[in-house]
């Protein structure tokens, strides 16, 4: 059973960073693509960022110069570089993963997810 376990979530002032990171653990058998998803109060969980194992990344129009995802494939660990963070980034911020995936997709479809992180970005 895949675990994904995320840490780095806080609070920022606009214009501030935050880094997250998600630590893989039970995968077998399969490619993953990962990724990170986030949601705000009332709001629907959206798409933020998508990596495969060749470090091919797709980004939400909203994150798009802000944020970085990144994955280190010996370590099962995927990283996600939050810059100039604006109020409207406030959110809890998901890991997730997608079994049997070769190329990122530009919305993830995951069959794990992470407990989720908290950042609140406040102005």
């Known amino acids: 059973q895949v675990q994904l376990v995320e840490s780095g979530g806080g609070s920022v002032q606009a214009g501030g960073s935050l880094r997250l990171s998600c630590k893989a653990s039970?995968?077998?058998?399969?490619?993953?693509?990962m990724g990170w998803f986030r949601q705000a109060p009332g709001m629907e969980r959206e798409g933020v960022a998508a990596?495969?194992?060749?470090?091919?990344?797709s980004y939400a129009d909203s994150v798009k110069g802000r944020f970085t995802i990144s994955q280190d494939n010996a370590k099962n660990t995927l990283a996600l570089q939050m810059n100039s963070l604006k109020p409207e980034d406030t959110a809890m911020y998901y890991c997730?993963?997608?079994?049997?995936?070769?190329?990122?997709?530009?919305?993830?479809?995951?069959?794990?997810w992470g407990q989720g992180t908290q950042v609140t970005v406040s102005s």
């Open positions: 990596i495969d194992s060749m470090h091919r990344a």
């Open positions: 039970g995968y077998t058998g399969s490619t993953y693509c």
């Open positions: 997730a993963a997608e079994a049997w995936c070769t190329m990122v997709p530009s919305t993830l479809r995951p069959n794990y």
